[in-house]
C-alpha cells in the first residue's frame, strides 16, 4: 500500500501559510503585526521581514551567516519578490503567472518582468523559445503517471493524467495565482478493512507544493 506524505519544498500549507503568501489578492498575504515607533523603525523592520521571507523561500537557515551563494540567491530572490509586487494591473499578473511555472530559475523571471509592458514581455518569452505546451511530460513525469504517481513540481495535466479528475477543489485568493487545495476522496483496502481516506494536493503557481492524507 503506498504511502502518502506530506511533502513540501519549502513549507507549504494552503490557505495561511506564510511561505505561500505574496498579496491580498493571491489569498496567501501578511500584515506587519508591529507598530513601528518611526518610519525609520516601520522600514527596518519591513525589511527584516522581507529578508527572512526570502530565505524561508529559499530554505536557506535563518540563524547563520550566508554563504556567497546563497547571498546571491537571496538577492535574485528579494529584487524577484519586488518586481511581482509591482504588476498592477490583472493583464501583467495573469501574463506572468500562467508564465512563472515555465522559467528556468529567478533570473529568467526577474529579465522577463524588466520588460516594459505585455507585448515586449510576450516577444520576449517568444524570442528565447521557452516552451510553455505542457501536453508532452518527460519521461521522468511519464514513469510517475503510469504508475498512478505525482511528484513536486508537476503541472496540473499531469496530476489530472494520474490521478484523475478531483472531487472538489478549493481555490486561494484570486485564481490567476494558481494557488489550490485538490481534494480525492479515497476507498482504500487495508488489513483492518476498508477504510476513507481524504488525499490532499497543494498546488502554488499552477504546479504541486506538496500532499498529504487524512483518514476519514
Same mark, same amino acid.
Given at each position: ?74 538577492? *535574485? ?7 511581482? =509586487?509591482?504588476? /498592477? $494591473?490583472? @493583464?501583467?499578473? !495573469? ?81 490567476? *495565482? ?7 476522496? =479515497?476507498?482504500? /483496502? $487495508?488489513? @483492518?478493512?476498508? !477504510? ?21
Amino acid at each position: 500500500m503506498q504511502k502518502w506524505i506530506f511533502v513540501a519544498a519549502s513549507t507549504y500549507i494552503l490557505m495561511g501559510c506564510s511561505l505561500m503568501q505574496r498579496s491580498h489578492e493571491s489569498g496567501y498575504s501578511n500584515e506587519y503585526s508591529s507598530q513601528p515607533s518611526s518610519a525609520t523603525q516601520y522600514y527596518s523592520n519591513k525589511r527584516s521581514q522581507d529578508v527572512n521571507l526570502a530565505k524561508q523561500e529559499l530554505a536557506i537557515p535563518l540563524s547563520r551567516p550566508l554563504t556567497e551563494t546563497e547571498q546571491l540567491r537571496l538577492s *535574485y530572490k528579494l529584487r524577484l519578490n519586488k518586481l511581482e =509586487k509591482s504588476l /498592477s $494591473t490583472s @493583464e501583467e499578473k !495573469k501574463q506572468y503567472y500562467q508564465l512563472k511555472p515555465y522559467f528556468k530559475n529567478d533570473i529568467e523571471r526577474i529579465r522577463f518582468l524588466k520588460q516594459p509592458n505585455t507585448v515586449a514581455r510576450k516577444r520576449w518569452v517568444n524570442n528565447r523559445g521557452i516552451k510553455t505546451n505542457s501536453s508532452k511530460f518527460s519521461d521522468e513525469v511519464s514513469r510517475l503517471i503510469e504508475s498512478n504517481d505525482i511528484s513536486i513540481g508537476m503541472n496540473k495535466k499531469a496530476v489530472r493524467e494520474s490521478w484523475g479528475e478531483p472531487d472538489y477543489i478549493e481555490v486561494a485568493g484570486n485564481e490567476i *495565482y494558481g494557488n489550490e487545495r485538490w481534494n480525492y476522496l =479515497k476507498v482504500t /483496502s $487495508t488489513p @483492518e478493512g476498508y !477504510k476513507k481516506e481524504n488525499r490532499i494536493i497543494y498546488f502554488e503557481y499552477s504546479r504541486v507544493a506538496g500532499w498529504e492524507s487524512k483518514a476519514q
